[in-house]
């Protein structure tokens, strides 16, 4: 079976440009989750989904940051404008429905320069 | 809040030594789950093992064994018999129960493991 997938696997632009992630999590989970890891503060989650709808956002950063679940197999995390700082390894990872014993399995990440 | 401290940030040993990685948690929940996973230089995360709270067994696979001891708070794991393959950055992780505190999955700080020849 398929594991989570991300896109672009690699991204580099310049400040100021949107920049947009994309995520395919596993068929048949009902979460999704956005994390971001950076040297300065390991890893941390963004934002998450729950049959497409978010359920907490407080991990977001600030107002440039939007994630959208349009479907069950597909999500975007969009940064508009980015800036340096968000230069980061971006990761989804998705996990079943059934309570919190159940394991969430992570794709293999966006590593994001931004210059 | 819940927390996850791993104290050691890096380890390096010599091929074929044993290795014990520490993780210390925090949470005022009596309902959790513990996760251990690997990031190896690829940069994925790996999950390798998920334990409860209510389960204190210590679990062994293969060369991998985990020491979970509530009265401590601690979640350690023990690479026996260390190959190169196992040189990686490992991280430990908590999640809590209670519908408020959600699914999050919060994670310590990691700890890089290098196995030399």
């Known amino acids: 079976d398929a594991g989570v997938i991300q896109s672009p696997r690699h991204e580099v632009t310049e400040m100021g440009q949107e920049v947009t992630l994309r995520c395919k999590p596993i068929?048949?989970?009902?979460?999704l989750f956005w994390y971001r890891q950076t040297m300065m503060r390991g890893l941390e989650l963004l934002i998450y989904f729950n049959n497409n709808v978010p359920i907490d956002d407080s991990g977001m950063p600030e107002d440039r940051f939007s994630a959208k679940m349009p479907n069950a197999s597909f999500s975007t995390l969009k940064i508009q404008p980015s800036e340096p700082r968000d230069s980061a390894v971006y990761f989804c990872?998705?996990?079943?429905?059934?309570?919190?014993?159940?394991?969430?399995?992570f794709g293999p990440g966006t590593r994001l320069l931004v210059l | 809040a819940q927390k996850v401290t791993q104290a050691q940030t890096e380890i390096s040993v010599v091929e074929k030594e044993d290795v014990t990685l520490d993780c210390v948690y925090e949470t005022r929940d009596t309902t959790y789950y513990l996760f251990w996973y690997k990031q190896p230089p690829s940069g994925e995360l790996v999950f390798l093992i998920r334990?409860?709270?209510?389960?204190?067994q210590n679990e062994i696979s293969g060369r991998y064994s985990w020491n979970f001891q509530k009265s401590t708070s601690s979640f350690n794991f023990t690479i026996t018999a260390s190959q190169v393959v196992d040189s990686a950055v490992y991280f430990c992780?908590?999640?809590?129960?209670?519908?408020?505190?959600?699914?999050?999955?919060?994670f310590g700080g990691g700890t890089r493991v290098l196995v030399k020849p």
């Open positions: 334990r409860n709270s209510f389960d204190e």
């Open positions: 068929s048949g989970h009902d979460y």
């Open positions: 992780a908590l999640s809590e129960g209670g519908k408020a505190a959600g699914n999050k999955l919060t």
């Open positions: 990872a998705s996990r079943p429905s059934g309570g919190l014993q159940e394991t969430q399995y």
